[in-house]
């Protein structure tokens, strides 16, 4: 009986390591964020599907969340650069940055 050949896919080459959008921290995974969030643009008429998004790290997903309502993610906040023009969001990704990205971090 002849061998297998070796199958030269395997084994799959590496992810590239996931990168927040916010904050540049390399992270074992990210969420995706709705730029503008899913209640407010179905208000709006559009479908979920058509909203922009991001790849976001969980604690500044969870930190964008705390700070804002939906509505001033909706108006004021609908790009990163936006965000990141925020005085709380500077300081907090000034902070996230120095923490290690396998590092579990609490919002409070």
Not at 33 to 39: F, G, W
Not at 81 to 99: G, T
Request: charged share 20%.
């Amino acid at each position: 009986m002849a061998r297998r050949q070796a199958d030269p896919l395997w084994p799959p080459p590496a992810a590239p390591p996931a990168t927040c959008a916010l904050c540049g921290r390399e992270v074992p995974t990210l969420t995706e964020h709705h730029l503008i969030p899913r209640s407010q643009g179905r208000r709006r008429g559009v479908k979920v599907q058509e909203l922009p998004t991001v790849q976001l790290c969980s604690a500044c997903h969870k930190f964008l969340h705390k700070t804002f309502s939906n509505a001033e993610l909706a108006q004021e906040y609908t790009t990163v650069d936006a965000l990141l023009a925020h005085e709380a969001v500077q300081r907090f990704v000034a902070w996230i940055r120095r923490q290690p990205g396998s590092k579990g971090v609490r919002v409070r």
